[in-house]
C-alpha cells in the first residue's frame, strides 16, 4: 500500500509562504485521490483541500479558497500544498491523507481517506 510522508512546515512570519509536499511511496496513480488536513490543539481536524490525481482537478474548503492551492507532480509522486498571506490562524499540523477509491473518494470527511502521513508543523508568528 502507498505511505504518504508530509515535509515543508516550519515556523514562518505572518505574511509568506509555504509548500507543502506530501510524497507517495509508490505511483500517485495508486491512489484515486488526495487531500489536505490541519488540525490546531484541542480542535478537530479542518479541511481544506483535496485533488483527484487522474483528473488533475483540484477542490477546497470555502475557508481555503484564494490562499491554499493543492497540485500534483506525477513525475515525484509528490501532492503539494502551496499556502499564500500566512496568518497565525493557520498554525496546525498539516495531513495529507489518500484515497484508493470507492468508498475512499476523499472530500471533506477524514473518514474518505484510507491513509495519512504523519503531518508537518507549520507556525506562524505575528
Not at 515535509?7 to 512570519?13: A, F, K, L, N, T
Not at 479541511?47 to 488533475?56: M, T
Not at 491554499?68 to 506525477?74: A, C, P
Amino acid at each position: 500500500q502507498v505511505q504518504l510522508v508530509e515535509s515543508g512546515g516550519g515556523s514562518v512570519q505572518a505574511g509568506g509562504s509555504l509548500r507543502l509536499s506530501c510524497a507517495a511511496s509508490g505511483s500517485l496513480y495508486d491512489l484515486y485521490c488526495a487531500g489536505w488536513f490541519r488540525q490546531a490543539p484541542g480542535q478537530e481536524r479542518q479541511y481544506l483541500a483535496y485533488i483527484d490525481i487522474a483528473g488533475d482537478r483540484s477542490y477546497y474548503a470555502d475557508s481555503a479558497r484564494g490562499r491554499f492551492t493543492v497540485s500534483q507532480d506525477r513525475s515525484k509522486n509528490t501532492v503539494y500544498l502551496d499556502i499564500d498571506s500566512l496568518k497565525p490562524d493557520d498554525t496546525a499540523q498539516y495531513f495529507c491523507g489518500g484515497g484508493k477509491g470507492g468508498a475512499y473518494y476523499c472530500g471533506t470527511d477524514p473518514q474518505r481517506y484510507d491513509r495519512w502521513g504523519q503531518g508537518t508543523q507549520v507556525t506562524v508568528s505575528a
